[in-house]
């Protein structure tokens, strides 16, 4: 069984900086991509960032030059700096994988964290 397990989410003020993680665990080949996701109270989760094991990275545009994805392939982990933050990025915060169990990729599984809470008081 493979688990996304997120740790860095709480309250900080506008301005402030969170790093969040997110460790994968369990046996798999490979996980890629992997990224955040956020959902915001009465809206839809939507894309914050991915990364890909090579380190190729895609935004959402509401957090370009304020957030950093980052990842450390040996220890199945990836990171999210963010930096500047607003009221509006307030959200619980998910973590997402593509997980794959062979070497062959033919077999692979969206994987979801349980969500660390962000809040950003103004």
């Known amino acids: 069984q493979v688990q996304l397990v997120e740790s860095g989410g709480g309250l900080v003020q506008a301005g402030g900086s969170l790093r969040l993680s997110c460790a994968a665990s369990?046996?798999?080949?490979?996980?890629?991509?992997m990224g955040w996701y956020r959902r915001a109270p009465g809206k839809e989760r939507a894309l914050v960032a991915t990364?890909?094991?090579?380190?190729?990275?895609n935004y959402a545009d509401s957090v370009k030059g304020r957030f950093t994805i980052s990842r450390d392939n040996a220890k199945k982990t990836v990171y999210l700096q963010m930096d500047s933050l607003k009221p509006e990025d307030a959200a619980v915060y998910y973590c997402?994988?593509?997980?794959?169990?062979?070497?062959?990729?033919?077999?692979?599984?969206?994987?979801w964290g349980q969500g660390t809470l962000v809040t950003v008081s103004s």
């Open positions: 997402q994988g593509v997980v794959y169990f062979t070497s062959t990729f033919n077999r692979f599984l969206e994987v």
């Open positions: 369990g046996t798999f080949f490979a996980i890629n991509p």
């Open positions: 990364i890909t094991t090579g380190g190729y990275t």
